[in-house]
């Protein structure tokens, strides 16, 4: 079993690109949620969807666009790229609830 | 609302027991604990759910007083493998959001 894949694992932008941070799972897992963690400031939700055709936004979520349209991939798609969201993204997944319980290796994102 | 987690860091020798403390200042549904090492990804250790329950994991155990709004979380016999940043995710309601503490980093030495 992958468990949680995401890629690219390392990316660097320029200010104003977008690009889409892919994340796939292989358990048939229902939720699947996307995180962003700075430094000293823990896991910050950014989107997150209870199955296929659904997501809602979390705590973070200006910037970035989400879609659900497979119980096995949840892309994250960063619209015009900002010096503040270099970050390192997580993609989680569980059965149900909310509870984030695999995560994938996450994305090293710079944006200069 | 982001829990409060304490304390902010703290150092231990093999052998040492130690405690971190996650607090909500709203009704909590769940508690959740994460491990993550440096570089890697967070680890799910353990959930609890609104009921008081108390769970344990080989020698780390956690409690959940849900009067209070507070988990602790129980890492007795401290290993070199426990050292790394521990989190505390919280849920208000049942498949709600969950919201993570800032973390505490705990660094065993030999």
């Known amino acids: 079993n992958a468990g949680v894949t995401q890629t690219p694992k390392f990316q660097v932008l320029k200010t104003g690109q977008s690009m889409t941070l892919q994340c796939a799972q292989d358990m048939n897992h229902e939720y699947m949620s996307w995180y962003r963690q700075d430094p000293g400031m823990g896991l910050r939700l950014i989107h997150y969807s209870v199955g296929a055709g659904i997501t809602d936004q979390g705590e973070v979520p200006n910037g970035y666009n989400v879609s659900r349209s497979t119980t096995e991939d949840f892309p994250l798609r960063l619209l015009s790229a900002a010096p503040s969201q270099t970050s390192v993204y997580f993609c989680?997944?569980?059965?149900?609830?909310?509870?984030?319980?695999?995560f994938g290796d996450g994305t090293r994102l710079s944006i200069l | 609302q982001q829990p409060v987690q304490s304390p902010q860091a703290v150092i231990l020798r093999e052998g040492e027991d130690a405690v971190i403390n996650c607090s909500s200042s709203k009704a909590l549904y769940s508690v959740h604990w994460y491990r993550q090492k440096h570089g890697e990804a967070p680890v799910f250790l353990m959930i609890?759910?609104?009921?008081?329950e108390q769970k344990g994991h080989d020698k780390i155990s956690a409690s959940f007083n849900e009067k209070k709004q507070q988990s602790s979380l129980y890492l007795t016999a401290s290993q070199l493998s426990y050292s790394g940043t521990y989190f505390c995710g919280t849920e208000r309601t049942s498949y709600d959001k969950v919201i993570f503490g800032p973390g505490t980093s705990l660094s065993v030495i030999p």
């Open positions: 989680a997944s569980s059965v149900s609830g909310g509870t984030p319980q695999h």
């Open positions: 609890l759910l609104k009921g008081g």
